[in-house]
């Protein structure tokens, strides 16, 4: 083949669908394939592979519809000169859709991706299995997650959901670290025309899968972004975070953000009153590097918090209970959210703080019938399991499993401590009293009055977070405002910690 015919060929790669459809494209308001890894990838570091592959189908009309590169681009570039793997589907060449050689470029693409170390970034927007390739689409997508299961926990998967993804399509995004949906995106495994069959429900796209639906109700994306260009504006935030593969620590980012900073406002951010809430956002705002906390699962399961956070430039994560919602009671959305984020952290050696105020887990017959006893145990196992650094701070109540299950010294956190405020027992003082001194308070002429007065002397007496501090389970009570230098320097010293020696065994079997 001439020189001549093989420009030709990557011309017409290069053009995708072809203008008309690159144009039905832009009217929905989406980049195409090639836009998107353009404001991805940093200027003239893309290196195209496989952009000749071509579909061996020809039945029912599929060898006119052949184009090289079979409806995905792929290959090497650099964000902000981090080498990555990229993948990114063309919605334009037969909407996307995954067929046999489709599916060999990003298997391909994974292989050399863990050969090197780095990241895999995909941006999906395709219409699921080609159906005229039949078992051959469907091995392509077995070999994808066959691929996504080997990089778990050894390199990091962050994809964006920019169109349809319906189907098989939406189990290698799943088996991905980071799920990124744009507002005009939906996943669903089962569309709105099957479920009105099977089950006379009517339903829109939106409401099956659309990007609220899974950022909120679901957990099934992370983050939610308002178009392509912000999407991949997250990318690349959420990338700076992550080291490129877990023999390597997370980047540290310059920070002009005192370590000795104090904040005396943390003094008084907790009511006196117990059962009064505060907002937890702003004691994890006012301890990291400033501008820094980049929440992940921010509209789902907001009970919980979990993100990234820097600290004297370092990557942190941070776990936290949000008081505002449930009382910051632990619930089943909340433990699958904050385990899940734990065990990440730990294979990519990113430490853990832990913020703690939580009353328990949420009470009632939906969550022990949707099992909040198997849901709740993820978050022991996960801490558990994690040997990176793990400091915790106690800020107010830590009461029963919940105060175990929340990086408690019992499951081995390095460093726990606790502010002034911070209340641990095994229930509160008031469902305590009430227990320990049931018939006194009936027999008593004024039991509200004798209640507080048993509740006080139960506060000052087991609650208070010296109780713990006597016995070990604390390392030591700080006052709120030093809290930022006491986690930097603390976070120092155990950047060389290593895990103990591991009992022999394949793997554990964690709580599903």
């Not at 639906?213 to 700076?240: F, P, Q, W």
């Not at 399991?385 to 915790?392: D, G, N, Q, S």
């Amino acid at each position: 083949m001439s020189w001549t015919a093989i420009e030709k060929l990557k011309e017409r790669a290069r053009l995708g669908g072809g203008p008309e459809a690159i144009k039905k494209q832009h009217a929905k308001g989406k980049l195409t394939a090639r836009e998107r890894l353009d404001l991805l990838l940093d200027e003239d570091s893309f290196i195209e592979l496989s952009m000749l592959a071509l579909s061996r189908c020809t039945e029912f009309g599929m060898a006119e519809k052949r184009v090289p590169g079979d409806g995905v681009v792929v290959g090497l570039g650099e964000i902000n000169g981090r080498k990555v793997a990229v993948y990114a589907q063309d919605f334009t060449v037969i909407g996307g859709s995954v067929g046999e050689m489709h599916a060999m470029k990003i298997a391909q693409l994974y292989d050399l991706a863990l050969k090197l170390g780095i990241p895999v970034i995909g941006l999906n927007d395709s219409g699921g299995a080609r159906i005229q390739e039949g078992v051959n689409s469907l091995k392509g997508y077995g070999e994808i997650f066959y691929r996504n299961v080997l990089a778990s926990g050894v390199i990091p998967q962050i994809v964006s959901i920019m169109g349809p993804c319906a189907g098989g399509a939406v189990y290698s995004p799943a088996l991905a670290d980071f799920i990124i949906m744009t507002k005009k995106s939906f996943m669903f495994i089962t569309g709105p025309r099957v479920v009105k069959a099977a089950t006379g429900e009517e339903v829109t796209f939106e409401e099956l899968g659309g990007a609220d639906i899974h950022t909120s109700v679901s957990g099934v994306a992370h983050l939610l972004a308002e178009d392509d260009e912000d999407a991949i504006s997250l990318i690349k935030t959420l990338l700076s975070y992550l080291p490129s593969n877990n023999m390597e620590d997370p980047p540290i980012e310059p920070t002009e953000d005192d370590p000795e900073r104090e904040d005396y406002e943390l003094d008084n951010i907790v009511p006196q009153d117990p059962r009064e809430p505060y907002d937890m956002y702003e004691i994890i705002n006012r301890v990291v590097d400033r501008d820094t906390f980049f929440e992940i699962h921010g509209n789902f399961a907001k009970n919980a918090i979990v993100g990234f956070a820097r600290l004297n430039g370092r990557t942190v994560g941070i776990v936290a209970n949000q008081p505002l919602i449930y009382a910051g009671c632990l619930d089943i959305n909340s433990s699958d959210k904050i385990a899940r984020f734990i065990l990440f952290c730990d294979s990519f050696n990113i430490p853990i703080i832990t913020f703690v105020d939580t009353p328990g887990f949420l009470p009632g017959i939906d969550q022990e019938h949707g099992g909040v006893i198997r849901h709740g145990a993820k978050i022991i196992y996960a801490y558990s399991l994690a040997t990176v650094p793990k400091i915790t701070v106690i800020v107010r109540k830590a009461y029963g499993g919940a105060y175990i299950a929340m990086s408690s010294k019992h499951l081995r956190a390095d460093v726990v401590v606790a502010w002034p405020t911070a209340e641990i027992a095994v229930m509160g003082p008031e469902a305590a009293v009430e227990i320990i001194y049931k018939r006194e308070l009936a027999k008593a002429e004024n039991p509200q009055e004798m209640l507080l007065k048993f509740t006080k002397e139960y506060r000052e007496k087991i609650t208070t977070p010296a109780v713990a501090a006597f016995r070990g389970y604390i390392d030591d009570i700080i006052p709120p405002h030093t809290t930022r230098p006491f986690l930097i320097k603390t976070l120092e010293m155990l950047l060389t910690k290593r895990p103990y020696i591991k009992l022999p065994k394949k793997h554990g079997i964690p709580p599903m």
